[in-house]
């Protein structure tokens, strides 16, 4: 991933540009919530870089700084935002519309820092997002033009917001299932299918085109193919920029990342695992469309296959049914209701159950990730890294691997890979867990 001489993360000096494309429920939580938290009205939980500590050295050295001291990171208050929408609602009107924050106690006391920011017209087309209609959306002669007005976009807010540094982060739809073909192969077929209107260029990939194209860190919080394909990758190399994705791993997923490897750390069969979603928000309605529906179910069933391996445990893992649904369900707005029903068995092969019902909150969940991810693939930019951010799948559900792996799903290896990076990145030794030099280890 990287060219990065250990210990030698440059500062965070001036401000820090934050676009999201999207400025939907994820998006506006995530502003909203970092005013809050600026003006001391609401508390960062969830994040990482906000709350977290890090161990360094022997345990008998008893260091535990907080992440955001030992490693440079941006500070809530260097954060500028900006973002793209063919809804024209600004944050204000989003936060209302989204009903996530509690309008008096929330949103209110900061209207004014909401309102002003106001969606810059998208790159929008309703053939990949069939259940949403834009207004406040670009036009142009062909794919590549309507990619150059985003990069004039990120030039634009750049200048005007004085900010020194941007991260872009994907919080918009969820785009129909496209398949890598031709066209995403190499750069220059790329670039050629967007000058040709190729359909198998979507919108999502044009942003992440022209993010790259001006040096800027790009994020995926949807399962889209968006970076994960040769062009990108191979234009993130030789800009030099980090990318990383797929798709914020926040509710059903994140305890079946948790889950799964406890089923096979203890050597436990999985015969069946049936998981059902009630959401109501307007990313529900999107993922009721089949073709949106089925690029997020694709980015949810790869998980238990990575994690529990029945090539090498085909007794215990090799039947495992997997299903995952999700129901468009009004009224219950952004507070999701994930059901999971785990069919496991034990010695001898007998049979037990396991049943989760989590009662969540779906952008107070992602909100925190996106925080996260913007402030480390900015520290990542800064680190000299480049390429795909592994060390972030963390984040992802769908976590976006360099060619020739394959991804980690694991909720605690990710972290573990995540704190040791920061370590490496601070010229810090990793930590094995080894212990045989107890008590020095
Ligand atoms: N816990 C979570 O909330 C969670 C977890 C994982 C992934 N996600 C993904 O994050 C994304 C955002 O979720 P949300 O709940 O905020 O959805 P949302 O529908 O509230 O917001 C998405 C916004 O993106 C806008 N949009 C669509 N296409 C666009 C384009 N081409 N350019 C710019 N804006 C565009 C829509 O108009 C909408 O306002 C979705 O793809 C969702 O699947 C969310």
Redesign the pocket.
């Known amino acids: 991933m990287g060219q990065l001489k250990p210990g030698s993360v440059a500062k965070s000096e001036g401000k820090l540009g934050v676009m999201c494309?999207?400025?939907?429920?994820?998006?506006s939580t995530f502003i909203a919530g970092v005013e809050l938290s600026r003006k001391g009205l609401a508390k960062p939980y969830g994040s990482l870089t906000q709350l977290a500590t890090i161990r360094l050295g022997k345990r008998t050295e008893e260091r535990a700084p907080l992440i955001r001291d030992f490693v440079p990171l941006a500070s809530l208050e260097d954060l500028v935002f900006a973002a793209?929408?063919?809804?024209p609602d600004d944050a204000y009107r989003s936060c209302l519309h989204?009903g996530v924050f509690d309008k008096h106690e929330h949103v209110e006391p900061i209207r004014p820092f909401l309102e002003a920011i106001k969606p810059l017209p998208?790159?929008?087309d309703q053939t990949y997002?069939k259940r949403?209609e834009?207004k406040n959306v670009k036009t142009g002669k062909n794919k590549r033009d309507l990619a150059e007005q985003l990069r004039a976009d990120i030039r634009d807010f750049k200048a005007k917001s004085g900010a020194s540094r941007l991260v872009i982060v994907w919080?918009?739809?969820?785009e129909i299932f496209i398949v890598p073909g031709a066209a995403h192969e190499t750069l220059a077929s790329f670039e050629k299918a967007m000058e040709a209107n190729d359909p198998s260029i979507a919108?999502s990939m044009l942003y992440a085109w022209a993010a790259l194209m001006e040096g800027i860190p790009f994020a995926n919080?949807?399962p889209n193919l968006t970076c994960d394909i040769g062009a990108i990758t191979e234009l993130a190399a030789s800009k030099k920029v980090a990318i990383g994705g797929k798709?914020?791993k926040?509710?059903q997923t994140m305890i079946k990342t948790v889950l799964a490897p406890m089923f096979k750390a203890r050597m436990l069969g999985v015969a069946g695992w049936y998981s059902t979603n009630i959401l109501g928000?307007?990313?529900g309605e999107?993922l009721d469309d089949p073709e949106s529906f089925k690029t997020?179910e694709e980015s949810k069933l790869g998980v238990l296959e990575f994690i529990l391996q029945p090539k090498l445990y085909p007794e215990l893992y090799g039947k495992l049914f997997h299903k995952v649904r999700i129901n468009y369900y009004p009224p219950r707005g952004d507070n999701k209701e994930g059901w999971d029903n785990i069919d496991i068995f034990g010695w001898c092969g007998y049979p037990m159950q396991i049943k989760v019902d989590f009662l969540c909150r779906?952008?107070i969940?992602?909100a925190p990730l996106v925080l996260d991810l913007a402030l480390f693939f900015d520290l990542a930019h800064r680190a000299g890294m480049s390429g795909v951010q592994e060390w972030l799948s963390f984040y992802f559900?769908s976590p976006q691997a360099i060619p020739g792996v394959y991804p980690e799903h694991d909720l605690f290896i990710q972290q573990t890979k995540l704190k040791n990076t920061l370590r490496w990145m601070m010229g810090e030794p990793v930590i094995t867990h080894l212990g045989q030099d107890y008590p020095t280890d």
């Open positions: 494309v999207g400025l939907g429920a994820v998006a793209w929408d063919p809804v989204c998208a790159v929008f997002v949403l834009g919080c918009a739809s969820t919108p919080g949807a798709d914020f926040t509710g928000n307007r990313d999107v997020k779906d952008s969940l992602a559900k």
